[in-house]
């Protein structure tokens, strides 16, 4: 079935009883091989007979009559037979009951019409009277019950078709459920092929309705009622009706070959869809049938076969090609098509049958194919006599021929071929076969008069067997000699020099030629029968049926047992059976292809290694097989699989072959898988779907199975036949056309057979055996990926072509080390520059695909430049190989930036081959057809100019009008420069012509520079100046304006020139009023705009130009002349603007004068000026330390003016934050104070800070008050923090009263001030006594305080004591004391007393603060008591303070202290 099958047609003639009768009708059974034959005898009139599929005759279902035959039907599924006679006779002949029944006689006349219905229940009969009868048939053939109908129709009837019924529910419900696996579905569905199994009713109806047409050429329906009504009628006798029931279509050819196609209703009623004439000779008895549903075929004893497609409305013919043995004029008679095998086959009445067979698959490339395209001529089967029929038929696809004389029955058998030792032979038809021997280069052909069914050759003999008979043929020289021959049913056979082995049951026998047995290899009954055989090198490889293997040493003089037998499926639990079994020349690997249980072969080889007792798979499956499955002789199988070679999927192999001499190499050919569509796989098989592969393997026990090579059969061959280093051995497809049919390298040897060199051989030749050896070992090494040692190889080979061989192995391996060597090797001086040219490129593709180029490997460079994304290259390599559709495509996707180039490069290549038009266009798309059109163009002006009128391109309109201007064409070039918009050479033109006042409307008009130029120039030589000057300034061209200006007095005109034009110009313009010496104003001016200002400043003084002078020293900037800016500022000193004078100075970098300048003229620093002042620490003009001298100077300066801030900047600049710190205390700050003293972090500026803090009001701001105690903790003066404390203890006496935080106070003062580092330790030691003291006296003044209320006696004489001390005015206020003792004898009413200490009072405490201590109501209340009314100099009470509000404060503060 697929297309590496090569087939011949065995021909069986049908070994008839009568042998005088001619066969005159031909039936095949639709599924058995049975062939009916009708004949007519002119002895006993007529018969009936029935063939198997080889010729031979049933013997038991023979009818014959007095006379003839007119129709014969098989039953649908049966082996039951209909026969009519042309007496109206019917009779069924039932092959497997062997019995004949007849049919109730219904008839008087010749039967023309004999049909089963579709499902066989019932049979139509129809006679030349019109009399139509249907009956109910039994399943053995019997009429069952009276007619079910019985009609007259008038007229001959001539055709009948059955209409298959529609499905019924049950039907539809049925087919779902077999879709869904169900097994008793299925079986219903397959009825037919099974044979067994009721028949399966569709819906209500069986199918019984049909067509019957009459002589009148009317066509008739009659419905499963039984109902007949009229359809249609045709103006001639029906040829043909034809039901296309996936259409309802009924086809209609009537004999003058009008075609017409009826839309059926269900009820039976015929809509016309279209009617047509065919073509083709009338009169002759048409051959027509419908094939793949919708292609009419019709033979009508032409030359051709005629083809009508129905889907496309197109029609073709087909005609035997007088190249494969047809005669000029052979008339085809009728034709057969078989649609399992797509072949169509045709009877001559030269006595051969022609076949075409259809190109098979789906995918595009064949759907494109043209009709008469998908047809492709085989070689013809050759009988005698003229065929007036044929037959395809039964399920064996056998085709049946009558050639009036007797029929013929081909069967297609594969064609035999083998080779072996440089010998191949090849079947070429049933008896001929072609011999070649590739050591001397002969062919030869070999007749065989027997049915041969396999040939073995070796360089000796070729012997043929067909499983009743061998036959031996010597080769002596160019001829073949019988050798020897014997009756033997051996089905298979091999060859070993002298010894023939041929099986029969659990035995090998070893036969000389002639047949005699010398040896038996005996097997056991376990082991099973031997049915394979395969030689290779000096051993046999045995297989038996029941998947066993044993390998035989045939080197000595008789076989020993080499390999054990083993059982395959022990070896590959679950496999299957063995199918092939092939071992190699060192008989150490044995390769085996499985038979599957359904009889196809499987998709894995397996390979047995007998020294290592080990099992390896190769799967075509892409499916990884389940790891490496444990066997149970406890050893691993290797799984390798196709999974890296897409191509190979979906793919099994067809037959494999070791080596004969080489034991590593193994070749096989696969072929595509049939019928295989995977649910998943949505997409059609790509087009790169080869059907048939050629693979090679390295086999070795180190590497194990490593993919050599693979490529596709190429199409000229059929199939494999074997590998012999260097080459591999095909047979060709027969009548395949000689003329370059081969691949490159491929030596032709003979019609037959064809060898191709392998990959690593090609350009070789025929080498010696060193050669080979190393060759081989390279393609090893290569294969296993081992550089170096395939490089070691072929080290001392000479040929350039194995250098060449290896080079290319490089572009696959991208070692351009070795790519090197290879070119130096082979004088590939361009290659190996190219390959040191592009070691630029940063991609290792991008370096492989030159070298890809230079060996001529352009599909690899091309997928290189692909894989690395080097579209530039790409394209490149597309324009170089003359590509460039690809190359544009390529452009326009991927590589952008050379599109145009691309299209430019096409256009010079479509202008170079003459294709103008084109050339044209790829000129525009490349924004060049302004120059290159024109060049292109120039012999054709016609052409040029329509396309310049057609562009309405500017640059070219430009163009063109100058090439007219050129063949003074003026008014057309004018018309074309306006178009042009060139407003200059309008102008040029129109002065030329003299027409000046057009052109200078044209200047005005457009203010075009060039044209104003141009116009200007010829007014200035017309000597009109003033319209030459105006021109030259609308042509911008002041110079020009200028220098006319000056030649004619135009002084007004030239000022306002030379300040619209160049630097240059104006300078100009100012030395020429200078010269003058007037209006030197002017002269400043330009001086200055042109950037000359010492020039400009000179002028200024020399004239007192003040105001010119101010504009001028604002735009003096630092990159002015510091010459020139001293100058400016000198003179402004004399002129006593000293600001604008300061300002230069600073300009200028003087600083040092700038600040003289401030102090002398008591300027105010502003800040900016004080910005200007500073000198970056980076600047080069200073040194550090003049720069710091120059900032404190600034200072300095800033402070004798009051402004204490900028001071403080400059001197932090400067880095003297001392002085900073002094300027910003002027300033009084406080906040910069703090932060100033917080950053610097300086001992004495944390003391300044706080000295100056203390002297604000620290009492009534917290926050100071912590400042001053961190400041001094931080400056570490601890001495002035003691200080500040004893200040504190003082307000809090002072100001509250609160002795308790006073005392707290001391005690933090004493602690300071104990661990401070005085200069003189006396003063404080002495500091620390009076603190000492201090803080006693207190501390007894708080005790009588606090024990007042529960012992006031005691606290009484406390403050008695305490007054009688010496130092006690320093600690404790006297007012305190004494206006405690006041309060407390007013509250115990001794009156007297309180009056004393009162008086006491007054005398020690000023009159004013007296309220302070002593309350008014107590003051009242003494003077009550005694008597004595109150003094007036005692003051009115005043508020007095309370301490609550600083409470939290002095906390703060004590503890911020508590550990300075």
């Known amino acids: 079935v697929t297309a590496s099958i090569m087939a011949v047609y065995v021909d069986h003639r049908t070994e008839a009883p009568d042998s005088v009768a001619s066969p005159s009708h031909i039936a095949w059974h639709p599924l058995h091989p049975l062939l009916a034959v009708a004949s007519i005898s002119t002895a006993s009139g007529g018969c009936v007979d029935i063939y198997l599929e080889q010729g031979e005759h049933v013997s038991d279902a023979h009818v014959e009559r007095s006379f003839q035959v007119a129709s014969l039907s098989w039953h649908p599924s049966r082996p039951i037979l209909a026969a009519g006679w042309e007496t109206g006779e019917v009779v069924i002949l039932n092959k497997q009951e062997k019995e004949h029944h007849a049919v109730p006689p219904n008839h008087n006349a010749k039967i023309t019409v004999l049909n089963w219905s579709t499902n066989g229940t019932c049979l139509v009969s129809g006679d030349r009277h019109g009399v139509l009868v249907l009956w109910r048939m039994d399943q053995r053939g019997r009429v069952q019950g009276p007619a079910l109908l019985k009609q007259e129709c008038g007229k001959c009837l001539s055709h009948c078709v059955f209409r298959p019924p529609p499905p019924g529910e049950d039907f539809v419900q049925l087919a779902k459920a077999a879709v869904g696996g169900d097994e008793k579905a299925l079986d219903m569905f397959n009825w037919r092929k099974a044979g067994t199994g009721a028949p399966l009713k569709m819906g209500l109806q069986e199918g019984l309705s049909f067509f019957i047409t009459l002589t009148d050429g009317s066509v008739h329906y009659v419905s499963e009622k039984g109902k007949t009504r009229h359809v249609l009628s045709t103006d001639s006798l029906v040829q043909k009706l034809l039901f296309m029931e996936e259409r309802d279509v009924l086809v209609v050819i009537t004999e003058n070959l009008q075609l017409s196609l009826h839309a059926i209703t269900l009820e039976g009623e015929a809509e016309e869809l279209m009617k047509v004439k065919l073509s083709g000779k009338i009169g002759h008895s048409a051959d027509i049938i419908l094939i793949d549903h919708s292609l009419v075929v019709t033979a009508l004893g032409e030359t051709v076969i005629r083809f009508w497609d129905l889907d496309r409305d197109e029609n073709y013919v087909l005609s035997p090609d007088v190249q494969f043995g047809f005669e000029g004029g052979e008339c085809i008679n009728c034709v057969s098509y078989c649609s399992a095998k797509g072949l169509l086959a045709a009877g001559t009445n030269k006595g051969r049958i022609a076949m075409w067979r259809k190109a098979a698959g789906s995918h595009q490339s064949i759907r494109a194919l043209e009709g008469k395209e998908k047809w492709k001529l085989q070689a013809p089967t050759e009988l005698e006599g003229n065929v007036i029929q044929i037959k395809w038929g039964s399920r064996k696809n056998l085709l049946a021929v009558n050639n009036i004389s007797s029929v013929v029955i081909l069967s297609e058998q594969a064609m035999s071929s083998h080779f072996h030792q440089q010998v191949a032979v090849v079947q070429v038809s049933p008896n001929l076969f072609n011999v070649t021997f590739f050591s001397t280069g002969t062919t030869h052909s070999l007749r065989v008069d027997m049915n041969v069914n396999g040939v073995f050759a070796t360089k000796d003999a070729v012997v043929f067997w067909n499983g009743k008979q061998v036959t031996v043929f010597e080769c002596s020289g160019d001829t073949f000699r019988s050798a020897g021959s014997f009756l033997c049913d051996s089905p298979v056979l091999s060859v070993h020099g002298e010894n023939l082995y041929t099986v029969e049951p659990y035995r090998v026998q070893v036969r000389t030629w002639q047949g005699t047995v010398k040896q038996l290899l005996v097997f056991s009954e376990a082991e099973g029968n031997p049915c394979l055989l395969d030689v290779c090198g000096n051993f046999l490889a045995v297989g038996t049926d029941l998947a066993h293997f044993k390998i035989f040493d045939l080197s000595r003089r008789e076989a020993k047992v080499h390999c054990n037998s083993k059982n395959f499926s022990e070896l590959f639990p679950g496999l299957g059976g063995i199918a092939s079994v092939k071992c190699n020349a060192n008989g150490n690997k044995v390769s085996i292809l499985v038979s599957k249980t359904d009889g196809n072969i499987d998709s894995k080889i397996c390979f047995y290694d007998v020294e290592m007792d080990k099992v390896t798979l190769f799967d075509f499956k892409a499916e990884q097989g389940n790891g490496r499955e444990k066997l149970s002789s406890g050893q691993g199988i290797d799984n390798r699989s196709a999974v890296d070679y897409p191509e190979l999927h979906s793919h099994i192999p067809a037959c494999h072959f070791w080596d004969q001499s080489e034991p590593r190499l193994f070749v096989c050919e696969a072929i595509l898988e049939t019928g295989l569509q995977y649910p998943d796989q949505k997409k059609k098989q790509t087009e790169s779907t080869m059907d048939v592969w050629i693979i090679s393997f390295f086999s070795t026990e180190e590497h194990g199975l490593l993919l050599q090579d693979s490529f596709p059969l190429p199409s000229s061959y059929q199939v494999l036949l074997g590998i012999e280093v260097p080459h591999y051995y095909f047979a060709k497809k027969p009548g395949e056309a000689e003329k370059g049919q081969a691949e490159s390298g491929s030596i032709k040897v003979s019609q037959m057979v064809a060898r191709r060199p392998m990959r690593d051989f090609i350009g070789l030749g025929d080498c010696d055996k060193t050669t080979r050896d190393a060759m081989l070992n390279f393609s090893f090494y290569l294969t296993a990926g081992d550089m170096d040692e395939a490089f070691k190889s072929i080290k ?320 003096l900037d630092e990159h002015s002349d510091p010459a020139l800016l001293a100058r400016c500022s000198d003179f402004f000193i004399e002129h006593a603007q000293y600001e604008k004078a300061m300002e230069l100075l600073l300009t200028a970098k003087k600083y040092r004068e700038a600040l003289q300048l401030c102090l002398k003229q008591n300027l105010t620093i502003t800040e900016e000026m004080a910005e200007k002042m500073t000198v970056s620490k980076d600047s080069k003009d200073l040194s550090e330390e003049s720069r710091r001298e120059l900032l404190e100077q600034i200072a300095d300066c800033c402070m004798r003016q009051g402004n204490y801030h900028m001071a403080t900047k400059k001197y932090t600049q400067a880095g003297n934050k001392l002085k900073a710190m002094r300027a910003l205390l002027k300033s009084g700050d406080t906040e910069k104070i703090v932060f100033f003293a917080g950053v610097s972090r300086q001992r004495e500026i944390y003391i300044m800070a706080a000295n100056y803090l203390q002297s604000l009001d620290w009492c009534k701001d917290p926050e100071i008050m912590k400042n001053i105690i961190s400041f001094y903790t931080k400056g570490k003066a601890l001495d002035l923090l003691a200080g500040f404390y004893d200040a504190c203890a003082q307000v809090e006496i002072d100001e509250y009263q609160n002795y308790e935080k006073a005392q707290g106070a001391l005690t933090e003062a004493y602690k300071c001030l104990s661990k401070a580092k005085t200069r003189s330790p006396l003063e404080q030691e002495s500091k620390l006594a009076l603190l000492q003291s201090k803080m006693t006296l207190i501390k007894r003044f708080i005790h009588a305080r606090r024990v007042y209320s529960e012992d006031p006696k005691e606290a009484v004489r406390q403050c008695e004591l305490l007054l009688a001390e010496q130092d006690f005015d320093n600690a404790i206020r006297h007012g305190d004391v004494l206006g405690f003792l006041v309060e407390h004898y007013v509250q115990v009413e001794d009156f007297h007393t309180a009056y004393r200490y009162l008086e006491e009072m007054q005398k020690r405490v000023p009159p004013m603060n007296l309220s302070y201590y002593v309350t008014q109501q107590t003051i009242e209340a003494v003077h009550r008591g005694v008597g004595i009314p109150v003094s007036r100099t005692l003051v009115p009470e005043e508020i007095r303070h309370s301490s609550v509000e600083n409470k939290e404060v002095e906390e703060e503060v004590a503890d911020e202290v508590e550990d300075p």
């Open 796 to 1115: 001392l080979i000479k040929s350039e072509a194995v250098w060449e061989s290896m080079a290319r192995m490089c572009v696959k391996t991208q070692r351009l080390d070795v790519a090197k060597i290879c070119l130096g090797n082979m004088g590939h001086a361009r290659g190996a520059k190219a390959l040191r040219e592009a070691e630029q490129e940063p991609e290792q593709e991008a370096r492989v695909a030159v070298l890809a180029i230079q060996l001529g490997m352009l599909e690899d460079a091309e997928r290189l430049y692909k894989a690395c994304k080097r579209y530039d290259l790409l394209n490149k390599f597309y324009q170089a190989s003359n590509q460039w559709q690809k190359a544009i495509e390529t452009a326009e996707a991927h590589d952008r930036v050379h599109l145009r180039t691309t299209y430019y490069n096409y256009a010079k290549h479509l202008e170079a081959t003459g294709e103008h038009s084109l050339a044209l266009a790829h000129y525009e798309k490349s924004d060049t057809h302004r120059f290159e059109v024109p060049r292109m163009l120039s012999e054709d002006l016609q052409a040029l100019e329509n396309y310049v009128n057609k562009m309405k391109d500017k640059s070219l309109w430009k163009w063109w009008a100058q090439y007219l201007e050129s063949q003074s064409d003026m008014e057309s070039a004018l018309k074309y420069y306006a178009l042009a918009q060139d407003y200059f050479s309008l102008v040029r033109v129109h002065c030329f012509q003299g027409n000046i006042q057009k052109a200078a409307e044209i200047a005005n008009e457009t203010g075009n520079w060039a044209a104003s130029y141009h116009l200007a120039r010829q007014y200035e030589s017309q000597d009109e100046i003033k319209q030459a000057v105006h021109f030259y300034t609308r042509a911008q061209a002041f110079n020009n304006a200028i220098r006319l200006c000056k030649e004619n007095n135009l002084d007004d005109q030239l000022m306002n020139l030379a300040l619209l034009s160049s630097p240059e110009d104006m300078i100009e313009a100012a030395c020429y009023y200078e010269e003058k010496g007037e209006q030197m104003d002017r002269a400043v001016m330009l001086y200055h705009k042109a950037g000359h200002f010492s020039k400009a400043l000179e002028l200024a003084f020399a004239t007192q130009q003040f105001g010119a002078l101010q504009l001028i020293a604002e735009d």
